[in-house]
């Protein structure tokens, strides 16, 4: 896992990628946006903002097969606005604060 629940992260890069793969069930927090559709077209202004890591899930428990490491989904909850967003691991490069 490339981030811990509790996490303060910092987002510099965001690119939603599409998942070909089927989901064994619903993603979690379904009134979390995808960040990666959310930064790059109606939210452009979370880019360098930060929030926190409240919850992860392992690709292999979000997907039937085929999944790798980088589709562990993550659920971050921004400091800017006060909602949550949902990504996946290889969506978002970003630097967690210490």
Not at 8 to 29: F, G, I, N, S
Not at 56 to 74: L, P, R, V
Request: net charge neutral; aromatic share 12%; charged share 35%.
């Amino acid at each position: 896992m490339k981030y811990k629940v509790g996490d303060v992260l910092l987002v510099k890069k965001c690119e939603w990628k599409p998942r070909p793969l089927r989901r064994r069930r619903p993603r979690p927090h379904r009134d979390a946006d995808a960040v990666g559709l959310v930064l790059q077209g109606r939210h452009p202004r979370l880019l360098n903002t930060y929030g926190i890591i409240t919850a992860i899930e392992k690709h292999s428990d979000i997907f039937e097969k085929d999944s790798t490491e980088n589709d562990n989904g993550y659920i971050w909850y921004s400091q800017v606005d006060g909602r949550e967003y949902y990504f996946y691991e290889n969506e978002v490069e970003g630097e967690v604060i210490e």
